[in-house]
């Protein structure tokens, strides 16, 4: 049980090193929540401060969910473990996820854990990858809207887990899936707010399949 608590914890304190405050701290002292929506995300890096400051900190926080769930539960057992390694694995990447998205060490303040999570499901599923990142491009590509886009990706990785893969929804994969999607709207539901009123931010460039339905 120790060996559990101890995995978990250090799960999520890798969760609380924000990316948004590496990169920000190496480029003068930059700090994402004063710029934008507030939001230590790439997202708004890539708004406010552009891309190669939005790939660095797009790359620490999907390195963060790769590490959680291979390298936190192979460390060295001291007792005898009461949950399979990969269940371990799940725990794990729900644990670095909510680091991020709930730092202790920054009020509870993070972000909005979609990185991390992506990190998570390389790891652990990655035949969901293609599924979900072309989802999330489909939807920027046609709206424009990265929050709609994030929310329908996840929802795409319940449908993949249900419908598509050999453990299906009443396993590990499956209850880590659900409650992730579920984290993840909960996250995104002032963004929610914003899109029934029409005044979210879209990405105007990403919209080519809409413009090239226009043509």
């Known amino acids: 049980m120790l060996d559990l608590v101890l995995r978990t914890l250090i799960a999520y304190l890798l969760g609380t090193i924000m990316g948004g405050r590496i990169v920000g701290a190496l480029r003068g002292g930059v700090d994402l929540r004063k710029l934008g929506s507030g939001n230590i995300g790439a997202t708004n890096a890539l708004r406010t401060q552009g891309v190669s400051f939005a790939l660095a900190v797009l790359a620490i926080d999907v390195l963060k969910g790769v590490i959680a769930v291979s390298l936190v539960p192979a460390l060295p057992q001291f007792s005898a473990p009461i949950l399979k390694p990969a269940v371990q694995a799940y725990v794990c990447g729900a644990a670095v996820v909510l680091g991020h998205c709930y730092p202790v060490f920054s009020g509870f303040r993070g972000g909005k854990g979609v990185a991390t999570l992506a990190g998570v499901f390389a790891a652990l599923m990655p035949a ?78 990403a919209r080519v399949l809409a413009r090239w339905r226009r043509s």
């Open 128 to 205: 969901a990858l293609p599924w979900l990142l072309g989802a999330f491009a489909l939807v920027v590509m046609l709206s424009g809207y990265v929050s709609l886009a994030t929310i329908v990706a996840t929802l795409v990785a319940v449908f993949y887990v249900t419908c598509l893969s050999a453990a299906g929804l009443f396993s590990s994969a499956g209850v880590f899936t659900l409650a992730m999607a579920l984290l993840v709207v909960w996250k995104h539901r002032d963004n929610l707010r914003r899109l029934a009123a029409g005044t979210e931010h879209r990405f105007e460039k």
